[in-house]
């Protein structure tokens, strides 16, 4: 699949944007390179082709010896300046080389081509340059009328030049080109990076429960600008969406608690002064039903508050380890009571936070082991430190839950008594998790062979992202 090769990071694909470019610099300079290459050995092949056509027709009017002689004159007389052939080139590669033989092979004249090459065309054949070193030649063998053969060589030390200033010339391009091309790449990765990251960055504070924030804006009306456009609509949207689900929860809430404090001050009334004693239970019976709503409305507000932010303006370095002995010292009279041990494994650590509502998470907790686990269960409170965070986990060896049921618990109003028989609305451990998420951490079911294990990640002190502005 094609966006399977892309590379899917900024730095991958600069990598691969100048690893193409590289590619395809080498290709044409491979292309020019053979071009040139081939243009000066045709250029070559031409001279060798004239200077032969004239000793031919030398040949064809003055006979086999004027040839000799000739070609021992140009042999006697060939030198760099008077031999050119390459108009531009230097000393070297300026050579021209012949041989004459007769009907029986016998060398008659030359002496600058080492060995007769054999008929036609040859491109690598040794030469004695005019200036006295060796080189390699071009060279056409061709036959004389009336036997014999002529040899025309053409000293090919300037293709070899030639090849060498190109490939030097190609690689400082090649290299100019590569460093600029990948400074440019390089540059182009970090602009998008920098965008992004101011984007990632808002994007990390509205998870975090600020509902407020935006993408920001250059001014630019550019592919960025109009990306966080859309976001920012799409989030005013659901700023408004979010606004108006808390208001009319907490006008439920608020509205809902008036008449039920009114009921309940009645029915107290009704209490005081009635004298039968089945009444009186009735009543009592009405007014803890009361309460249980008043619990269940004062739950929902807290929850909403919580999940709102700006519970964030109370946090404080708190001592979790102190807040942990202060709760398990409460609890364990219940614990023993009801025939459960509670143990304590915690090292001394510090979260910034608010106090009281880690307090409420953790009895919120206990409540839920003492509930939900048979006499004889025990159940320990432990911490860790892992990457900066603090781990709290509540374990018990009690009957567990489902494991499809591990993500459910900390939804609003889950219950995994489906008869929903049990006292209890469902909202503890939804509680717990907005906490969590509150400061900055998170919570979750951590898989355990026997019992339940709830895992509350938090922030350390130090590395808390969930401090109070200010």
């Known amino acids: 699949m094609p966006h399977r090769i892309m590379p899917r990071s900024i730095r991958g694909l600069s990598l691969g944007v100048a690893m193409m470019s590289g590619l395809i610099i080498a290709l044409l300079a491979l292309a020019t390179y053979r071009f040139v290459h081939e243009e000066i050995e045709c250029q070559i092949n031409q001279r060798i082709r004239i200077e032969a056509d004239a000793l031919l027709a030398h040949h064809r009017h003055h006979g086999f010896a004027a040839l000799v002689d000739l070609v021992n004159t140009l042999d006697r007389h060939a030198t760099p300046e008077d031999v050119s052939y390459l108009e531009g080139a230097d000393s070297k590669g300026r050579g021209m080389g012949y041989i004459v033989t007769d009907a029986s092979g016998r060398r008659r004249a030359g002496s600058l081509v080492a060995n007769v090459p054999p008929p036609g065309w040859s491109e690598f054949v040794p030469f004695h340059s005019p200036d006295g070193g060796p080189a390699m030649a071009q060279a056409i063998n061709t036959p004389l009328p009336g036997g014999g053969r002529l040899v025309v060589a053409a000293d090919r030390a300037v293709v070899d030049q030639m090849d060498l200033k190109l490939l030097a010339l190609f690689l400082s391009a090649f290299a100019l080109i590569l460093a600029v091309g990948t400074a440019a790449v390089i540059g182009l990765g970090r602009l998008v990076r920098g965008r992004l990251s101011t984007i990632e960055a808002s994007a990390e504070a509205i998870m975090a429960g600020d509902l407020s924030r935006r993408m920001p804006l250059d001014g630019s009306a550019e592919e960025f600008d109009r990306l966080a456009m859309i976001l920012n609509g799409m989030l005013d949207r659901i700023q408004t969406l979010m606004n108006n689900l808390k208001q009319v929860s907490g006008d439920i809430a608020h509205d809902l608690r008036t008449p039920l404090n009114r009921l309940r001050g009645r029915l107290e009334e009704v209490e005081r002064t009635s004298t039968e004693s089945i009444q009186q239970e009735r009543l009592t019976a009405a007014i803890r039903e ?181």
């Open 290 to 470: 009361a309460d249980d709503l008043l619990d269940l409305f004062s739950s929902i507000l807290a929850i909403s508050e919580i999940e709102g932010q700006t519970v964030r303006s109370r946090f404080k370095s708190v001592e979790l380890h102190d807040v942990i002995e202060e709760i398990a010292e409460a609890f364990r009279p219940a614990f023993e009571q009801a025939g459960r041990s509670l143990m304590l494994a915690i090292v001394p650590m510090a979260i910034c936070g608010d106090r009281q509502l880690i307090q409420r998470c953790l009895v919120n907790l206990l409540d839920n082991a003492l509930a939900h686990t048979p006499p004889g269960t025990d159940v320990t409170i432990s911490t860790e430190a892992r990457d900066g965070q603090v781990a709290l986990t509540i374990a018990d060896n009690g009957p567990g839950i489902a494991d499809g049921d591990c993500e459910r618990i900390f939804q609003r109003f889950a219950r995994l008594d489906h008869s929903r028989s049990t006292s209890g609305y469902g909202l503890g451990l939804n509680m717990v998790a907005a906490i969590a998420a509150a400061h900055g951490g998170n919570v979750r079911v951590v898989p355990a062979a026997v019992g339940l294990t709830v895992e509350i990640l938090l922030p350390t002190a130090s590395n808390s992202t969930s401090k109070a502005p200010g």
